[in-house]
């Protein structure tokens, strides 16, 4: 099943972000959430819904409830402008459309 | 580290071999996949094989098109697409599955491939 994320969102330059990742079921699926730049590889940024890596700021944090998924990126810095994709594993693996991050 | 070629050209019709090699991992222990990102698109799962070669598995639009191998010995992970067509045309990323919930914690830089008569 297909994974839906907006196109493209914009956020002003320190206030905070919201990335939405929506399909069937998404609430008892792990999502998953990739951070990629052009010429660059995509960066894991959340996984297991919540989960942080090493080395990922706090300000970007997630969530899955409510049948939406959630990336949040709190006081948006220039450098978190990039792509984000969300990901789930049922039985392959599928990826979101992706979401263009602009800061103004 | 996952090492891979920066561009590769091929001509349509032709087979081409994609590799990606480990290093700073057990690279033997390490469920590894290929990802696809077509100019102007997003991240599309091509594949993946397992540590130790015994499962396999790939995207529904790639099946029959593709092989995936890998050398434990030499650390390295081998994509091969045949039949290339104008719309195989991206970058291949190589991804190492990170744990049981299939998130990737490792990427190569990717290879761009060019398929062009």
């Known amino acids: 099943d297909a994974l839906t994320q907006p196109v493209s969102v914009s956020v002003a330059l320190g206030q905070t972000a919201r990335i939405t990742c929506e399909g069937s079921?998404?609430?008892?699926?792990?999502v998953h959430w990739y951070q990629h730049k052009p010429g660059q590889a995509p960066v894991l940024v959340i996984n297991?819904?919540?989960n942080r890596p090493s080395g990922v700021p706090d300000r970007i944090s997630g969530s899955n409830s409510g049948g939406t998924a959630t990336l949040t990126i709190t006081g948006a810095q220039d450098d978190d402008e990039a792509d984000y994709y969300c990901?789930?594993?049922?039985?392959?693996?599928?990826f979101g459309g992706g979401t263009k991050l602009s800061v103004l | 580290q996952l090492m891979q070629s920066e561009v590769r050209a091929a001509r349509p019709g032709a087979t081409l071999g994609l590799s990606c090699r480990a290093s700073?991992?057990?690279?033997?222990?390490?469920?590894m996949h290929w990802v696809r990102q077509a100019p102007g698109k997003g991240l599309e799962w091509v594949g993946f094989?397992?540590?130790?070669?015994?499962?396999?598995d790939f995207g529904d639009s790639w099946k029959g098109r593709i092989s995936i191998s890998r050398d434990n010995g030499e650390n390295t992970l081998y994509l091969q697409i045949f039949r290339l067509t104008t719309d195989d045309t991206g970058v291949y990323y190589c991804?190492?599955?990170?744990?049981?919930?299939?998130?990737?914690?490792?990427w190569g830089r990717g290879t761009l491939l060019i398929v062009s008569s």
């Open positions: 991804a190492r599955e990170g744990g049981t919930s299939g998130w990737f914690d490792y």
């Open positions: 700073g991992f057990k690279f033997s222990d390490s469920d």
């Open positions: 094989i397992s540590s130790n070669e015994r499962n396999k």
């Open positions: 079921d998404i609430g008892v699926k792990s």
């Open positions: 297991r819904d919540s």
């Open positions: 990901q789930v594993w049922d039985n392959i693996v599928i």
